[in-house]
């Protein structure tokens, strides 16, 4: 039974962060099938500011639900993964613009089969990453303020250094994030309040790896148009 339990809750974590990802694919890509190029262009040139906010209210979100997860009931968490999800939508809509079609796609099934290996590995390594994960955090920390600074320094170079190294820490996050969802499985009850409250957590960790991963492979696969 505790078996089928944790089996229950890692399906539930997978098909949240799956139905994510594809909500997050179908808004990002409505914008240039319905306006076109050349008017979705305008639009966002006139709007950019709004995409802004938008990234801002994203950020809201994810640190609203880490930090009162405990204090909301598992339907509004749910739906705070949804509205996230949907805006994420809207400001990835952008890279259809800079990248060709064709490279998105491509970058996204690497990224999938990628993801994919490394949450099999996640599940069957037999190492503790545990001791692992604040060194990932502090080396994302040291990420997010080397991409700040190359903002003002536009450095390409820095630019290519920042990105293989942010592959390198989203491939060691979804190995460290699976293992520690795997590890939880064991100790959660699935069908209740506080299992559906984990399932939705960990569907938003793994999105946020997945679609991290996707943009940094993005910025060193992707054909520019």
Request: with cysteine; hydrophobic share 55%.
């Amino acid at each position: 039974e505790v078996q089928d339990s944790a089996r229950t809750f890692i399906l539930k974590v997978y098909m949240w962060m799956t139905a994510g990802l594809f909500l997050t694919g179908i808004i990002s890509i409505a914008p240039i099938l319905i306006l076109g190029e050349e008017k979705y262009y305008e639009l966002l040139s006139e709007n950019i500011i709004f995409i802004y906010m938008l990234m801002g209210v994203e950020l809201l979100i994810v640190f609203g639900l880490s930090f009162l997860i405990n204090k909301i009931p598992s339907i509004v968490a749910f739906f705070a993964f949804v509205i996230y999800a949907s805006l994420n939508g809207i400001t990835l809509s952008p890279i259809f613009l800079i990248y060709t079609g064709a490279s998105i796609f491509s970058t996204f099934f690497i990224c999938s089969a990628m993801f994919g290996a490394l949450s099999v590995l996640g599940f069957v390594i037999k190492m503790d990453l545990t001791k692992f994960g604040s060194f990932l955090i502090m080396a994302l920390v040291g990420l997010i303020i080397a991409s700040v600074v190359n903002l003002f320094l536009g450095s390409s170079m820095l630019d290519w250094i920042i990105s293989f190294v942010g592959v390198a820490i989203f491939v060691g996050l979804t190995v460290y994030d699976t293992q520690k969802l795997k590890n939880m499985a064991g100790s959660v009850d699935s069908s209740s309040e506080d299992g559906k409250k984990a399932s939705v957590m960990g569907a938003l960790t793994l999105y946020l790896d997945f679609i991290n991963l996707f943009l940094l492979l993005l910025r060193l696969l992707g054909r520019r148009n």
